[in-house]
């Protein structure tokens, strides 16, 4: 059926995607929505994991469409694609990945990892802005993609226009970069990573490290420090660029979608910051950071009221607070 | 976000930090007024206290704890310096709209003096309904 016309067009289907995928695959989801489609978003575990088992359970008859992400923007938790993919290829659906925060830091091989269609960003592996790719599969399965842009017919038809070549030669070189420099970087990073977040724990109370313990990439950390408010704390250490909720959202007030689908309480969610560490990060940086941080939540702390309550043996989570 | 000097250094240097006591000494402390407002889930609660001389009816002392963003705590720390040397009747005139025009807040960062307005009226209320003074009506208005 699939095949025979693309779903695009039929407005029939369901496809399989969850709640804490980033906005580029959630505002499509809900426009295929409104375009007739099913769509089943799944809840994700505390650890915002997302494992093939819970996609098996959501799959039915006429599932045209699996998309979740390789590893999340917000906390890193990478989710368990190969297995998914093979589920996929066992039911005959056609299965996307949203690899953006994946491709430049870990190994991919759409093969073995049993990936049909993959998106990912050049700026996110410091390449340059304005520009990404599709990675579409031709056999077993071969997918066809209703053009984004008619046109000229480059790219394949998929979307026509003149290619913006710096853009592609610079992306190119970056993933050539990448590619060679991966290993001993998540290495490095890792170590770092590591040590900032052991570091906040052992100097500052209530800190909780979001996100899955271990299936995790080494370059992100989003931590919630209780009783200080992420935006406070951001302008309390505004050498150091950080921020609450994810940046692309960051003009809202809201507390992180992302962070509210593992089932963590507005509260904590409006006390954590995402931190993410690169190419030029050095140990200095982490040493400074871990000191301002430290010294920003403690000072914080000092300003709250909830602090002063949790000090005075109150539970302010009992108390009834006028809600604006 | 663009933030005016005067909200800056509200925020690195806080005027007025503090509390008059344990919130359960507070309650029963009759020339305190107490307010606290707003809640967790919003990202902000503020913690405003008046300490009144009963000689002469004006606010002695203030002090405030908030949790929140940057323009939350300098309105509070702003709120907290007005209020000094004031009757209560005469903090009850601090509007949101000053604390605005002082700090410059911009447009998203309004709600921060909304709730710094409710936290005096809040302590204003709650030192009256300790001492049974008549509450001014337009104070239940808001």
Redesign the interface.
């Known amino acids: 059926m699939y095949q025979k016309k693309p779903a695009g067009e039929t407005g029939r289907g369901h496809i399989i995607s969850a709640r804490h995928e980033h906005k580029a695959t959630l505002d499509p989801c809900k426009r295929l929505q409104k375009d007739g489609f099913d769509v089943t978003f799944l809840e994700p575990g505390p650890d915002g994991l997302i494992t093939a088992e819970m996609v098996k359970g959501a799959i039915r008859d006429d599932t045209i469409l699996v998309t979740i992400m390789w590893a999340n923007n917000e906390i890193g938790t990478i989710n368990e694609v190969p297995q998914i993919g093979a589920l996929c290829h066992e039911h005959n659906i056609v299965f996307h990945t949203d690899a953006t925060q994946w491709v430049g830091k870990m190994p991919t091989d759409v093969t073995r990892d049993n990936v049909d269609l993959m998106t990912f960003s050049g700026h996110k592996m410091y390449g340059p802005m304005g520009v990404g790719a599709i990675y579409v599969r031709r056999r077993k399965p071969r997918i066809r993609l209703v053009s984004q842009i008619e046109g000229g017919g480059q790219e394949r038809g998929i979307r026509s226009g003149t290619l913006n070549v710096p853009g592609i030669v610079g992306f190119g070189k970056a993933a050539e970069l990448c590619a060679a420099e991966m290993d001993a970087e998540r290495e490095r990073l890792l170590k770092l990573r590591n040590k900032l977040e052991t570091e906040l724990a052992a100097k500052i109370e209530h800190v909780v490290v979001n996100g899955h313990k271990d299936k995790r990439l080494p370059n992100i950390t989003n931590i919630s420090f209780g009783?200080?408010?992420?935006?406070?704390l951001m302008?309390a250490i505004k050498d150091i660029a950080v921020s609450s909720g994810s940046a692309c959202t960051s003009a809202s007030?809201e507390?992180s979608y992302v962070l509210k689908s593992l089932g963590i309480?507005?509260?904590l969610a409006?006390s954590s910051l995402r931190m993410s560490l690169g190419r030029w990060t050095t140990e200095e940086e982490i040493d400074f950071t871990i000191e301002k941080v430290t010294w920003a939540v403690h000072h914080l702390r000092?300003?709250?009221?909830?602090?002063?309550?949790h000090k005075?043996g109150?539970d302010?989570t009992t108390i009834e607070?006028?809600?604006? | 976000m663009a933030y005016s000097e005067k909200l800056i250094d509200h925020y690195e240097n806080p005027r007025n930090v503090g509390t008059f006591g344990t919130l359960e000494q507070v309650k029963t402390d009759t020339s305190v007024g107490n307010g606290v407002v707003g809640a967790p889930e919003c990202g902000d609660v503020m913690q405003l206290q008046i300490k009144v001389d009963p000689q002469t009816g004006k606010i002695a002392d203030a002090k405030f704890k908030t949790f929140g963003c940057g323009s939350a705590i300098a309105s509070s720390s702003l709120a907290t310096e007005w209020l000094k040397g004031k009757t209560v009747d005469e903090g009850l005139e601090i509007k949101n709209t000053h604390i605005v025009d002082e700090l410059d807040l911009p447009p998203v960062k309004i709600h921060c003096s909304v709730l710094a307005e409710d936290a005096i009226r809040t302590a204003i209320a709650d030192y009256k309904e300790k001492n049974g003074i008549a509450q001014d009506a337009e104070a239940h208005s808001h």
């Open positions: 009783f200080v408010e992420g935006e406070g302008m007030l507390p309480g507005d509260d409006h000092d300003l709250s009221p909830l602090w002063d309550m005075q109150i302010i607070w006028q809600n604006h």
